[in-house]
């Protein structure tokens, strides 16, 4: 969706009551969240207006992708507000939106009129009056607890258009037309399967147990999360030797031991691999890895065949991948994918104050340690964790499979767990993988509440992107957290 930038302030409704800002003092007030934007540019730009009593000043922040322009929202009751912009130490005015002269000087008008429904003409039911070149934008749709709903038709034609595409699609058309899979012998010592991954640049890898002749499983950060954390409680550095006498084979016999020590899933270990053939729904596929909680699920063809063929690793972006492709020219017909993500159920987001519900979104600082990281990962049953700064603003994020940058030089062999800060595992990744070239892209792929389900879809739908950062818009603030996971589990109505 193009974004366009405009001076003055933009209107964002929300039928919540906001008391941290209620300039009337009014109990129970709807109050309008209104985007106040500075497009001149300056070093530090800060909000001052009637609805702050004229003295303190709120900050603005500059916008993704546009350093030049300042934006901040501040929650409004209906009526006449005057307001400023204090630029890098002096006050100013903006020539393009409505002005008069008051007992600040030049001051901005802004008129909220008390009729207007923001509920309705947020929903686009109703046509706002007296809009004074206001862009209407309904990122602030999130907390909106009852009447702001997709209508549950619109939701369920859309899931039987998603049953009926998956149901007749079959995991071969997922199999490229060229490329490799790597399977790993069962019986290797964990270090070498640790390595392997970690220079291939692969998260997770099947088990081919070779004296058996099939597959046995599948090799993934979080059983390398989970060794470590094992080891480290010994109170000692990694020891080489430790993962050298270790092979997998032995480590998946004892995983089911392990699991009732550390808290994890709550539920056994599988004992027999999850895989599907060849001409296996992706309904069938995709199914198999939201019940399993796994990221791939293994394309295996054992048909005629004495031996086993291992095809490919199917995952849920690949199959995002065809859901958009195929209804990428499908916005009319069905509404709903032009729907911001916010008046959706799905994804994970932060609770506001008076909020009981949700789950609750896990975040850390970099100066933790990568053992408090670690120990998230698998206690939240999380793929990655946010990494916020003092104000919650978005600096990386700490995934399960960045576990295998610490093959890099035997790192795993000079730490402790304990003593490793989240930051100092942040520049260890980054510097493994420019050195293999891993990862040129953005690390953390990030969307606002306004972004649409389409657009949703469609970031998720690239490689390698498995999950979303909802942030504020300019400040990146982290609102929520939208996974590939969390959009499957919407398509097929699973809690």
Request: charged share 20%; hydrophobic share 40%; with cysteine.
């Amino acid at each position: 969706m193009k974004k366009k930038f405009e001076s003055g302030f933009d209107l964002m409704f929300s039928s919540r009551t906001d008391f941290t800002h209620d300039t009337a003092g009014i109990s129970g007030q709807v109050l309008i969240a209104t985007k106040f934007v500075w497009p001149y540019g300056g070093r530090t730009v800060s909000l001052i207006g009637s609805f702050t009593g004229w003295t303190d000043r709120y900050p603005m922040f500059p916008a993704e992708g546009c350093p030049n322009i300042f934006q901040a929202v501040y929650s409004l009751t209906p009526g006449i507000h005057q307001y400023k912009f204090f630029v890098d130490g002096e006050w100013r005015h903006d020539d393009q939106q409505p002005h008069v002269v008051g007992n600040y000087g030049i001051v901005n008008t802004l008129i909220l009129p008390q009729e207007s429904n923001p509920i309705l003409t947020a929903l686009g039911l109703e046509k706002p009056s007296n809009r004074i070149n206001m862009d209407v934008d309904n990122w602030n749709f999130r907390h909106v607890e009852t009447t702001l709903r997709v209508p549950e038709a619109d939701i369920g034609l859309f899931r039987d258009h998603i049953f009926e595409l998956l149901s007749t699609r079959t995991a071969y058309e997922l199999l490229p037309d060229s490329g490799k899979v790597i399977a790993l012998d069962s019986n290797l010592p964990v270090k070498q399967a640790f390595h392997i991954l970690y220079e291939q640049g692969i998260p997770v890898a099947p088990l081919l147990d070779t004296y058996k002749g099939e597959f046995v499983g599948v090799l993934s950060p979080l059983d390398f999360i989970l060794i470590l954390k094992a080891l480290s409680n010994h109170g000692s550095n990694l020891a080489e030797e430790e993962l050298e006498s270790h092979t997998i084979s032995a480590w998946k016999e004892a995983k089911q031991h392990l699991s009732r020590q550390i808290v994890m899933h709550q539920r056994q270990s599988q004992r027999q691999l999850i895989h599907a053939e060849p001409y296996d729904s992706l309904k069938d596929v995709a199914l198999k890895i939201l019940q399993n909680q796994v990221a791939t699920v293994p394309i295996i063809s054992s048909r005629g065949e004495s031996f086993p063929h291992l095809l490919y690793l199917a995952s849920l972006s690949e199959i995002m991948k065809c859901i958009c492709r195929h209804f990428r020219h499908s916005s009319v017909s069905l509404p709903i994918l032009q729907q911001a993500i916010c008046t959706l159920p799905l994804g994970t987001w932060i609770q506001r104050i008076g909020e009981s519900n949700g789950k609750h979104l896990a975040m850390l600082r970099p100066n933790e340690s990568l053992s408090s990281a670690l120990a998230l990962l698998v206690q939240a049953q999380v793929s990655s964790i946010p990494i916020i700064d003092d104000h919650d603003c978005l600096l990386d994020a700490y995934s399960r499979s960045d576990i295998t940058s610490l093959a890099k030089d035997n790192a795993y062999a000079r730490i402790h767990l304990d003593d490793m800060r989240i930051y100092q595992a942040l520049q260890l990744r980054q510097e493994s993988n420019s050195h293999y070239g891993f990862y040129k892209g953005q690390r953390c792929q990030m969307c606002l509440h306004s972004d649409s389900l389409q657009e949703v879809m469609e970031q998720l739908a690239n490689p390698g992107v498995r999950r979303l950062f909802v942030v504020e818009a300019g400040s990146n603030r982290v609102e929520g957290i939208i996974s590939l996971s969390d959009v499957f589990r919407f398509f097929f109505s699973l809690a």
